[in-house]
Structures are given as C-alpha cells and as structure tokens.
C-alpha cells in the first residue's frame, strides 16, 4: 500500500541542526537499509559516533536542505556547487512519502550542473533510477574495515541556461 504524501516545509541547514540529523541518520540505516546491508556493514557505515564538527563543516560547505513537519526532521539532503548529491536521508517512518523527492527537487533546482552525480546504497538505487539517474559502475567502498557495495550514478542536469526556441 502506498502511502500519501505530506505537507512539509524544506529549510536550509543551521549548525544547531547537525546532532538531529546524525541521529536520523543512524536510525535510516540501521533500519531501512537493513534489509539490504549485513550488520557489520551497517554498523560500519553508521557507528553512532559521526565527527560532528566535520559533518557540520561539510553542511557548510555545501547546499544543505531539511525536510521538516509539525518540528519534527523527516529528512536532509546536501549537494555541492559540481552536483553531486552527497547525503540524501529519510526517517524510517516517512519513507515513500515524497520527502526525498521534494529534498531532490529542491536541490537540483538550486544547483545548475551539467549533471547530477550520487552514490547511491543498494536500498536507494531504485529511487534515484525513478529520477532519471543511471549507474554509471557498482563498486566496493571500505569503511572500517568492512566492504560495502554501493552505485555511482548520474543523470543530465540543466546549465541554468535557458535555450530559446524560434
């Protein structure tokens, strides 16, 4: 059954919202992308213990979107200046419901790029696939100690530039 989609306000980053986001981020993974990753690579991809003065700089330094609804953070998402999607998160109780679509489609909007780029876990592939993406490679990705397989993925953006038609 499919769920409906819900009412939510998307914002850009504030430094005070980077421990929310690392704890829905553990619980996505250690969730949702179980059904696709074994323990130990879930443990290893999300340990609990995230350098949240590094994520935070990372924020920063990129375009960085919340999903939020009634207060409460349903979802972010972050994409540098080149395109690249870096971070794209749900909470387990809103999947399927259009947050990371309305994340996407925000930041594509706001980012003009020859194309947008991602690595995208096993359990995301088929979302970015309904955008338009495609992988470009599988690959292996070691995070400590533990091999994960992930997908680079791309799809054509826009320049910003508008083409006139005569």
Known sequence: MKQ????????????ADCPAMARLFYETV???NARDYAPEALDAWADGQPDLERWNSSFLAHRTLLAEA?????????????????????HRDFQGRGVATALCDALEAQT???????????????FFESRGYRVTRAQQVERRGVWMTNFVMEKPGSTGVQEETP
């Open 4 to 15: 409906t989609a819900i009412s939510l306000t998307l914002r850009p980053y504030r430094p």
């Open 30 to 32: 250690h969730t949702v």
């Open 70 to 90: 009634g207060g409460q953070l349903l979802g972010f998402a972050d994409m540098d200046e080149t395109g690249y999607l870096d971070r794209l998160y749900v």
């Open 112 to 126: 003009p790029a020859p194309r947008y780029t991602t690595h995208a876990s096993i359990t995301a592939r088929p």
